[in-house]
């Protein structure tokens, strides 16, 4: 609804239809205010809830409305937009960007600048030149040039792939500089610097002349470009450099961070062989960690004498809590990603951009994926166990016993139900309807993280808002897990729970490819479109929404019948 009333709004503007634009905005303001109150008094706070405050505020900011639309930035912050990191950025980015408009320039910095600095916090790469371009104008208000003049040369340095933002920081430096060739000869500027210039320069003379663009040399070159770009950044990345004695001690150039940490640590004493390896990953979800397990315990296996410290959310933490590594909070704790032996940064996932890269005909498992950003070699990806290695300890077997004795489930069959995903284009939409026909005979536990509005039903328990390892202790007592393409789906793996896996968009073959006890349900025999590998940023290309039509047309009768193969009845009590 806010997508199309902003479409509106626009074409309104273009006609210069003052009345109309007034009556869409009044509109728009108040199904905003109605969507919060709404998600306030329900207590739930879904994703599209934020993606609705970010881009009403963006398109605000646009409009020169920006006290509104800092309200609404604020809003987003306050109700909890953290939990996306993605849309957190976004928020912050177009935050900064109103602040340079009022003319807040150092408040603005203050926000970019913990970004810009911790590149590692950077889940989305796409964000790349907004964020370091906003931080850029700050800078310059500011009177730091020379920090300025740095980001401009990280906008072409780190890997992006729109064209247009690259061309904005090449107009900027070659109004910085005046003239093209100031920028070659400039000793202050690193040789990589000068190619990358060279390289985007060229593509801009191309691009920019007709006949080029009509033999498609524009084209080669813009691949060319990228290849370069992309083999600096993830083939062979550059050592970190020293910057220059403006930015001082404990400053990288690459990260411009005024690292923090005690000199006396076991880290700055470690020579380089047995020095830390880092892990960073900004980002969850569950599932994405839980596939992340398999390569961490191989590479533990391999590096004996290294400690492995994994850079991560603080609210991910239990998932690790049995695995022989030091935990960081990624977004509090100050560390030095220079004083590592290794680092390997998984906020810009890999997994993503493989699949990216690839879709539709997307071939190799997230598993693999990973294990393969972190520098295993392929022969140590074929032996590892590729199933999590998470398990349950004492004391949460012996919550999940008394769980079983209040609720009267022993000797029963009890089937385990994750009710939803993070992204709608993943839910399966018929979820509630399959507990009622499942639980005639059965107990049924309805898992969610928030308040599960329904599901009410004599052999249905709702388990709602429980710690994770408290949540994953109650379904592994579970004799079958069902679950949409998510967390539980790997976590009946690594417990070797039977699970049935639903799957839409993306190819459940490939994601369980290693589970044996998995049973995959999808609809491909009746969609020649499957697997398309959509994102939640991509509509359905048959229906134009972003629900998923292949998940809708999954009956409940087909996935009861695998229901009754896999877990026999033991009554319902």
Request: glycine share 6%; with cysteine; proline share 5%.
């Amino acid at each position: 609804m806010v997508l199309g009333g902003i479409g509106r709004l626009r074409k309104y503007l273009a006609a210069s239809k003052e009345e109309a634009v007034s009556g869409e905005k009044a509109f728009l303001d108040e199904t905003m205010r109605h969507f919060v109150k709404s998600c306030q008094d329900r207590k739930t706070f879904p994703r599209e809830l934020f993606h609705s405050l970010q881009l009403w505020g963006d398109e605000l900011a646009r409009l020169a409305f920006q006290p509104e639309a800092l309200r609404l930035y604020d809003e987003a912050i306050d109700l909890g937009v953290r939990r996306y990191p993605e849309l957190y950025l976004r928020v912050l980015v177009g935050k900064a960007r109103v602040f340079n408009s009022l003319g807040r320039f150092r408040e603005a910095r203050a926000l970019m600048i913990s970004l810009a600095e911790h590149s590692y916090l950077i889940t989305d790469r796409n964000l790349i030149p907004e964020i370091l371009f906003t931080l850029s104008e700050s800078s310059l208000q500011e009177g730091d040039i020379e920090y300025y003049r740095e980001l401009l040369f990280r906008g072409l340095r780190f890997f992006h792939t729109n064209i247009e933002k690259r061309r904005m920081f090449i107009d900027q430096i070659r109004r910085t500089y005046r003239y093209t060739h100031r920028v070659l000869i400039d000793r202050r500027i690193m040789r990589t610097d000068k190619i990358l210039f060279s390289l985007h320069w060229i593509h801009f003379l191309v691009q920019d002349r007709y006949l080029f663009r009509l033999t498609r040399l524009s084209t080669i070159t813009r691949y060319f470009l990228l290849g370069a770009v992309y083999y600096l950044n993830y083939i062979k990345p550059r050592p970190l450099e020293r910057s220059p004695a403006h930015f001082g001690d404990g400053f990288s150039r690459n990260d411009a961070r005024p690292h923090r940490i005690d000199p006396r640590s076991s880290v700055h004493r470690a020579s380089p062989s047995y020095s830390p390896i880092l892990i960073t990953r900004a980002m969850g979800g569950i599932g994405d960690f839980l596939m992340m397990m398999p390569a961490l315990h191989a590479m533990k296996k391999r590096n004996i004498n290294r400690e492995i410290h994994l850079a991560i959310p603080r609210q991910y933490f239990s998932l690790f809590q049995n695995n022989d590594m030091r935990l960081i909070d990624i977004e509090n704790e100050p560390f030095d990603r220079r004083s590592y032996g290794k680092w390997f940064n998984l906020s810009d996932c890999p997994a993503s951009r493989v699949e990216n890269r690839t879709a539709p005909r997307v071939r190799t498992n997230r598993i693999d994926i990973f294990a393969k950003a972190l520098g295993l070699d392929w022969g140590t990806i074929r032996r590892m166990d590729h199933r999590p290695p998470y398990s349950v300890s004492e004391e949460e077997r012996e919550l999940r016993s008394a769980f079983w004795k209040y609720h009267g489930l022993e000797g029963k069959t009890v089937v385990g139900i994750q009710i939803r995903t993070e992204e709608v284009y993943r839910d399966y939409p018929h979820m509630e309807k399959l507990a009622h026909e499942i639980s005639g005979h059965r107990k049924v536990l309805a898992f969610d993280a928030e308040i599960i509005p329904g599901y009410n039903g004599s052999n249905i328990i709702k388990v709602e808002g429980l710690p994770i390892r408290h949540a994953f202790a109650l379904a592994a007592g579970c004799n079958l897990l069902i679950a949409p393409d998510s967390a539980f789906v790997h976590l009946a793996a690594a417990l070797d729970i039977p699970c049935i896996a639903i799957y839409g968009p993306i190819d459940g073959k490939v994601r369980t490819r290693h589970y044996p006890n998995c049973k995959l349900i999808d609809a491909r025999d009746r969609f020649g479109c499957l697997p398309c590998w959509r994102s939640r940023e991509t509509p359905c290309r048959l229906t134009g929404m972003r629900g998923s039509v292949c998940l809708a047309a999954i009956s409940v009768s087909e996935i009861e019948k695998v229901v009754n193969e896999l877990s026999p009845i033991q009554g319902c009590g």
